[in-house]
């Protein structure tokens, strides 16, 4: 046998042992993935058993609405006003009662303007009465007269902004938000402010400031964060309106555990000038957004939120919904996540199912391999974003040393709560490598945007199951990635409510889109809440009695 042909046969032997021992490796990853995923579904199980039995013993469920003014979508409301067949006051006095019925129960607004707000209402249906409001107005004023909220931690002039703090405690904003403005100049009157955890980073609203937001379809079970005061007094229509933040799913969670739509709109293109110590000049994750109970006021919304910057997302261009492509998720399989609960990929399938009978291509299932590693790109991100300056946030006077913190905590002698522990852990602990983390996010976003541009839309799954007890997030933290990925990436994202499942509580979906191209995302919500029924209140509706 020549030389050659005696190489040829080792090179072949050797690589068909590497390739035994790939496939080998392979079935054993499998395999430990798989045992990993099934303690994860029992664990859950058990954590839900167990904390079940302290929280259902304080059970409460929030009132019915009586007036029908409470349902209506805020575009419905600002249109009613114009037409002078509703009061403008009459609306605010409406939400403010509202209010004053549930938030006892849910502990969701923790600093209000009624009066204020009742004078500005009296003004402005003084004005049209005398005929000082043309229809020239109402066009520049698209929410005259109609009541909104924010969070703690948005600056509203006179109002609270510890952002769950005690050593911020009693302080106040010395002016609005660029937020808050926009939406006073498009006529809208604000009520209040919401809670926030602190310093907005956690996936539950508690603060030693202002206690515990409660949800409003079962108030034993916790509404997510950071704007979970905004989404719990939408769905419990104590407001048509709120604007949110979100950095790490700080809109999409609440709205997800509180079966109200979100969206998270395209980064930089919003001023974030009095949002928790920013001063306007960043380039940043974060970005405020509306939460509303009607698909039909997202747009509105976010036109008057872009200000100049519309014009960069062609909100006025019709979209042919059956000429959006359809590309589909149903489990990343991150590790780290909770496995997904079978009626919630039950859920993903009957909206490609759906949406196979409305779009011209069928939906196309896809496989990203590096999805999986969604919270160490978040991570990452974060951390370079917000590491520099958390410590000296949590403390003005003088920036926290984590380990003593860290220590004091266990003596019971801190003022943070354990997810701010938790957060602080996190900041120093080893951060993911900058050349792999930097290099896994180009690839995902240039791989999802192949996909995405220029009129396409990823439908993905919103959490592995609805809002769970609360508490409950600190024992399963990672389940926020499949949120923040998308904050990673920068893309837009409209969170979609479908209903609620067997134990009555609110499921949905999000929906992905291309940087700019925020009118698919809501084109798709939209299709998706007139074949599901989107926003479902946390009550009985009385319908009116036949005749």
């Not at 002039?157 to 005690?166: E, I, P, W």
């Not at 402010?193 to 956690?202: A, F, G, H, R, T």
């Not at 399963?476 to 509580?505: C, H």
């Amino acid at each position: 046998m020549s030389q050659r042909k005696i190489y040829e046969k080792k090179t072949n032997k050797h690589k068909e042992k590497r390739s035994r021992g790939r496939s080998c490796r392979k079935l054993i990853m499998s395999f430990l993935l798989k045992a990993w995923f099934m303690f994860r579904y029992h664990f859950d199980l058990i954590v839900n058993y167990i904390f079940g039995l302290y929280y259902n013993s304080s059970l409460q469920y929030i009132p019915k609405v009586q007036d029908p003014l409470l349902l209506e979508s805020a575009i419905s409301l600002a249109e009613k006003i114009r037409k002078k067949e509703v009061k403008a006051e009459t609306v605010v006095q409406a939400f403010i009662n509202r209010i004053k019925e549930v938030n006892y129960l849910l502990n969701a607004l923790v600093d209000d303007r009624f009066k204020a707000a009742l004078k500005e209402a009296q003004e402005i249906d003084t004005d049209i009465k005398n005929g000082k409001i043309t229809e020239v107005d109402f066009m520049n004023k698209p929410f005259l007269g109609v009541p909104f909220i924010v969070k703690e931690s948005t600056s509203c002039k006179g109002l609270s902004n510890t952002f769950g703090l005690v050593s911020r405690q009693g302080k106040t904003a010395k002016e609005d938000a660029d937020v808050v403005v926009s939406m006073k100049n498009a006529g809208a009157i604000l009520l209040g402010v919401s809670n926030v955890p602190q310093l907005n980073m956690w996936q539950e609203t508690h603060n030693p400031v202002y206690g515990i937001t409660k949800n409003p379809y079962n108030t034993s079970r916790n509404v997510g964060g950071s704007s979970g005061g905004d989404a719990a007094l939408v769905a419990a229509c104590g407001t048509p309106m709120a604007i949110g933040t979100d950095i790490g799913g700080s809109i999409r969670i609440p709205a997800f555990k509180c079966g109200v739509f979100g969206h998270k709109p395209t980064c930089n293109l919003i001023s974030l000038k009095g949002l928790t110590f920013r001063t306007g000049k960043e380039i940043s994750m974060v970005v405020p957004g509306p939460i509303v109970k009607k698909a039909e006021d997202l747009g509105p919304i976010l036109k008057v939120l872009v200000g100049l910057n519309s014009m960069q997302l062609k909100l006025e261009d019709p979209v042919d919904i059956s000429k959006v492509g359809i590309y589909y998720v149903i489990d990343p399989e991150d590790p780290f996540v909770s496995p997904i609960r079978a009626d919630m990929k039950d859920l993903m399938n009957r909206v490609i199912g759906h949406l196979t009978g409305v779009s011209v291509d069928p939906p196309q299932k896809v496989e990203l391999e590096n999805l999986k590693y969604g919270g160490i790109i978040w991570r990452f991100w974060v951390l370079k974003e917000l590491y520099p300056n958390f410590f000296s946030h949590l403390n003005e006077e003088a920036p926290v040393n984590p380990y003593v913190e860290i220590i004091k905590f266990f003596l019971r002698l801190s003022t943070y709560t354990f997810a701010t522990i938790f957060n602080l852990i996190n900041c120093i602990l080893p951060h993911p490598n900058p050349e792999w983390t930097e290099k896994v996010t180009n690839e995902l976003k240039t791989e999802i945007l192949a996909r995405l541009e220029p009129n396409n839309v990823l439908i993905y799954p919103s959490a592995p199951f609805p809002a769970s007890y609360h508490h409950t997030p600190l024992l399963r933290p990672w389940n926020i990635n499949l949120f923040s990925v998308w904050n990673a990436l920068k893309m837009p994202v409209t969170q979609v409510p479908l209903g609620l499942d067997y134990e009555g509580m609110p499921i949905g979906v999000q929906v992905v889109g291309a940087p700019f191209q925020d009118r698919i995302c809501l084109a798709v919500a939209k299709e998706l809440e007139r074949a599901f029924g989107g926003y479902v209140p946390p009550f009985v509706v009385d319908t009116p009695s036949e005749c």
